[in-house]
């Protein structure tokens, strides 16, 4: 496409070279208006892989492509019609870029699992980040559904019988029913598993204050906003 755009240029400038031989050449106005005929040229050509960009939503490429349009044919028809996007489009690449990261941060997974098959969804804590601990949500062919904390690498958490775990989910605090399991695994386990999830699924961030063996209160931060329910597989019902 540039290729032949620059020999469209070439070629202006060749005729109106040939044109003004007949009376000493072309006049400045002439070139002036071949070399405008050209820059316009290579600036729709810029404008038309632009687009393709935008309507592709890649807007992280379409950015870069519209910003080197205004800078480098910036008295050109594309130019105008691209400046006024490009604030736009920075906010949608950035929302889009935020949001891929978020959906990165969870992992699913359906595996065998002590005699049954179980189905997770997994986020590792924001922060802090150097603490080794995830916040599952299960479902278990034989258990059924769960929502825990699991850390590994700990000595676990320190939850006397039915312990109260507040729980800020965005600006809203609720207190939550938790217990550690038996068997001695560095788990809590949240009671109220539904009502958890419903709140997880319209949250963007999730707080929570813990007690953990070893090295007292921790405030963790779970980014929870990337959560895509249809990948969290349900199990077929047992026959």
């Known amino acids: ?11 202006l400038v060749v005729m109106l070279v040939a044109l003004g031989a007949c009376s000493k050449g072309p006049t400045p106005e002439q070139q002036a208006a071949a070399r405008k005929a050209a820059t316009e040229a290579r600036a729709q050509d810029a404008l038309t892989t632009y687009q393709k960009m935008v309507d592709m939503k890649s807007y992280s490429l379409a950015v870069p492509l519209g910003e080197e349009i205004v800078s480098k044919y910036p008295d050109t028809k594309a130019a105008a019609e691209v400046k006024p996007q490009l604030d736009d489009l920075r906010a949608k690449a950035k929302a889009k870029a ?15 699992m002590a005699g049954g098959t179980q189905s997770t969804a997994a986020i590792g804590v924001s922060r802090p980040a150097a603490l080794d601990l995830r916040l599952i949500l299960r479902r278990h062919s034989d258990w059924g559904l769960s929502v825990f ?21 965005d600006d809203t605090t609720v207190k939550l029913k938790a217990y550690v399991p038996q068997g001695g695994r560095p788990a809590l386990m949240f009671r109220d598993e539904k009502g958890f999830i419903a709140r997880l699924e319209k949250a963007s961030v999730i707080h929570m204050k813990v007690r953990m063996k070893g090295s007292g209160e921790r405030d963790l931060e779970f980014e929870v906003g990337g959560f895509d329910a249809s990948k969290w597989k349900p199990l077929p019902k047992k026959k």
Do not use: H, I
């Not at 496409?1 to 070629?11: D, F, I, L, N």
């Not at 935020?98 to 595996?111: G, I």
């Open 1 to 11: 496409m540039m290729y032949r755009t620059a020999r469209r240029a070439a070629a």
């Open 149 to 169: 904390l699991y850390a590994d690498g700990s000595q676990g958490f320190v939850c006397k019988g039915n312990c109260t775990v507040p729980v800020k989910f």
């Open 98 to 112: 935020t949001k891929e990261r978020l959906q990165r941060l969870w992992v699913y997974q359906v595996a065998p």
